[in-house]
């Protein structure tokens, strides 16, 4: 799961875990199970108004750049295991580390983090 790769990734650099969660309304993020875990790792949940088309918006932008970033229509992987290793390539050695984002003041997310 993306959420316990985050916190340890984070817990083991000793950096802040990640404050708020984001989500749509769908049941497993509304789920009692799913809001205790959060609270035990001390994580705010956020979720908008039912019904509320911009939920996603954030993640297919982001979506759309990996795509055209990582040249995945062109280049397809071999299997679940390449495609999840070209994944994690891609997001933690240039998106977080390299990738300068207009809404971080043209900073990658790395720098930006080191400034808070």
């Known amino acids: ?8 990734s984070r ?5 802040q875990p990640a404050e708020m969660f984001h ?5 497993q993020y ?3 199970s799913f809001r205790h875990m959060l609270g035990r790792l001390g994580i705010l949940q956020s979720m908008s108004r039912k019904g509320n088309c911009w939920d996603n918006a954030v993640a297919e932008s982001f979506f759309k750049t990996f795509k055209a970033e990582s040249m995945i229509e062109s280049f397809l992987p071999r299997d679940h295991n390449h495609a999840a290793a070209m994944e994690y390539r891609y997001i933690e050695f240039y998106y977080n580390r390299q990738r300068s984002d207009s809404t971080l003041g043209y900073k990658c997310l790395i720098d930006f983090e080191r400034e808070l």
Do not use: E, I, P
Not at 1 to 8: Q, R, S
């Open 1 to 8: 799961m993306a959420l316990w790769k985050a916190v340890k």
């Open 11 to 15: 817990r083991d650099s000793k950096q």
């Open 23 to 27: 989500s749509d309304r769908g049941s």
């Open 30 to 32: 509304a789920s009692t």
